[in-house]
């Protein structure tokens, strides 16, 4: 192991080195001084310790006394204190890692390490790829003692929550979860990028392209507006005025739907007007991005890298699950070839901590990954896991679309309602850009409450059981006044955070009713996808898996209820015969 710690990158051989100082710390070395076996025993290493004259400092000592080093002349600030918690940090999630308990968060298991007698089993050959020659003994075949020429590189060690969300998509222990650390992102990040002095900052300002609104972080793009307003004053006036400089990266791009007709450039001027309405700084610029397809990453990366300079800071900021990791993993393989080593999961809060990214840009200019901010107007902030799985959009989103008059209304799910209060003409246009896996359901609007009462929780999904619908908050309306000028195409959008949007098509003006739970955002803007679905929808329940399931269980428990109903009239009528009958017996 300390072989393979010398030959890592300095970021990855610090970490291995805490790695070993945290175990070396809990389970202190045995010594055993007899003259015969000058060694130390260790829970996972033996170090040979020979006699000499002379003292010589022990590699280890010297590896950690070069990482100490390397602590203290490393001052971007990137990475926390690790000795501060007694651990070094998770190269997956930034959390300091611990092996002591496994129900608290950090928890990491040691790989036993082979021994070095241990040989993997080998494939027998078919007779028939054999030699000859060996087969008859006069062939000798002599094993070379040099080194792999393509050794397989060390796997980093990740804590036992990345683990599970790299290979099962899920939190090995939900119960730990509550003890996970707030991220002060305020306290923690903002007063870097801010500073006056200092290394140049550039901010990737990360945004989900399927929910814009949601994911755009708003608080930090005023508190950057601010501060370069602030800055530019003192930059008059020869004062210290290092500008951060801003990037907006609208990011998977790959869900939204291939055949439209938007083009880059709309797009790109579509997603600077939103970022304008919603207070961003002025941009350094706006990139369409695609992680998983590799669809602008590397212009990106040389944009990001020439504002960065030799010595700046690049962090990747933004809501929960807005992709970060994803995007960071995606640099990392577009420059080194190599696969990222941070953890990406369809899970909110994956990233813990400031995780530093290594390799990917020139010079001394540092990359890192931040925690996700918490955005509580967006919807998926209530759900549990579950419900959080049905709403994510992990695929190429599709259009499902109503041609609706006034007095109608659509849910999706059991997230939002929209009303056609009023209308100037006498049928519009609805299409759902929204996760497949929500059910939809068109009806009058007079019905609007009994299907909440009676389908919420069950066909309407989520929320998944009717205990859910009262822990989600109040059902409250909000009023729009939307308006177009085409039947072909879609001009309003109105769009809830952490679910999607609902285009609107009409060619002339209508009122609607949006109806979703207390505190969550609902804005109205120019339509992102002006086409629709070439098919209509019908009124009632779309087809669906969660439909037919809870008409399955709903029919069931019906059948049974009638089934016990007439058990009951029987058991009545018999009990009524022979109340009759004992009766005419005793007269």
């Not at 804005?523 to 086409?531: A, K, T």
């Amino acid at each position: 192991m300390l072989i393979l710690a010398l030959k890592l990158s300095p970021g990855r051989r610090r970490n291995h080195v805490l790695l070993l100082r945290h175990i070396l710390s809990q389970s202190p070395p045995t010594v055993h001084p007899s003259p015969n076996k000058p060694y130390i025993k260790t829970p996972i290493l033996h170090f040979p310790k020979p006699f000499s004259s002379q003292s010589h400092p022990s590699p280890l000592i010297s590896l950690q006394n070069q990482q100490l080093e390397e602590e203290n002349d490393d001052d971007d600030g990137g990475e926390s204190d690790s000795g501060s918690l007694g651990g070094p940090l998770c190269p997956g999630c930034g959390f300091h890692m611990q092996s002591s308990d496994p129900a608290r968060p950090g928890f990491f298991s040691v790989p036993v390490p082979k021994s070095p007698f241990y040989h993997a089993p080998l494939t027998p050959l078919p007779d028939t790829q054999i030699p000859i020659p060996l087969k008859s003994g006069k062939l000798t075949l002599t094993l070379e003692n040099n080194p792999n020429p393509n050794p397989t590189p060390p796997l980093d060690i990740v804590c036992a929550r990345c683990h599970s969300l790299r290979h099962y998509g899920r939190v090995k222990n939900p119960s730990a979860e509550p003890l996970l650390p707030s991220f002060d992102f305020d306290r923690t990040v903002a007063p870097r990028i801010l500073s006056p002095s200092g290394p140049r900052s550039v901010l990737l300002l990360v945004s989900d392209a399927s929910d814009f609104h949601g994911s755009f972080p708003r608080s930090l793009s005023r508190l950057l507006h601010t501060s370069f307003l602030h800055n530019s004053d003192n930059w008059k006036h020869n004062k210290p005025a290092n500008l951060p400089r801003p990037i907006l990266v609208l990011t998977k791009l790959d869900v939204l739907p291939g055949s439209t007709d938007v083009s880059p450039e709309s797009l790109v001027g579509w997603a600077r007007a939103r970022a304008h309405e919603l207070g961003s700084a002025p941009l350094a610029g706006v990139h369409l991005v695609s992680a998983v397809k590799n669809w602008g990453v590397k212009g990106l990366v040389e944009h990001a890298a020439e504002l960065a300079g030799s010595r700046g800071n690049v962090w990747a900021v933004g809501a929960q699950n807005a992709g970060k990791s994803t995007l960071l993993n995606a640099m990392g393989r577009c420059v080194a070839g190599k696969e990222g080593k941070l953890t990406e999961a369809p899970v909110p809060g994956t990233t813990l901590g400031i995780v530093k990214v290594d390799g990917v840009l020139g010079g001394k200019a540092k990359l890192f990954d931040t925690p996700g901010i918490l955005h509580p107007y967006q919807i998926t902030m209530r759900l549990n896991r579950e419900e959080q799985r049905m709403v994510h959009v992990g695929k190429e989103l599709r259009p499902r679309t109503y041609r609706i008059k006034a007095g109608h209304s659509v849910h999706i799910g059991g997230l939002m309602r929209v009303d056609i209060e009023e209308s100037s003409v006498d049928s519009i246009y609805l299409t759902v850009w929204a996760s497949a896996l929500l059910p939809l359901h068109m009806g009058r609007t007079e019905n609007a409450s009994k299907i909440m009462q009676e389908h919420f929780g069950r066909q309407l999904q989520p929320p998944i059981g009717e205990d859910r619908v009262a822990k989600l908050g109040k059902w409250e309306r909000k009023k729009f006044k939307v308006s177009g000028n085409s039947w072909d195409a879609s001009s309003v959008d109105i769009a809830v955070a952490g679910l999607g949007w609902v285009a609107v098509g009409l060619k002339g003006e209508a009122v609607l009713g949006v109806w979703t739970y207390d505190g969550v955002d609902v804005v109205s803007r120019s339509s992102l996808i002006p086409e629709r679905a070439r098919f209509f929808e019908e009124a009632g329940f779309t087809v669906s898996r969660i439909v037919s399931q809870a008409d399955s269980i709903h029919n069931k428990s019906k059948h049974e209820r009638k089934e016990k109903q007439h058990r009951d009239k029987e058991v009545n009528s018999a009990n009524i015969s022979s109340a009759a009958l004992e009766a005419d017996m005793i007269s």
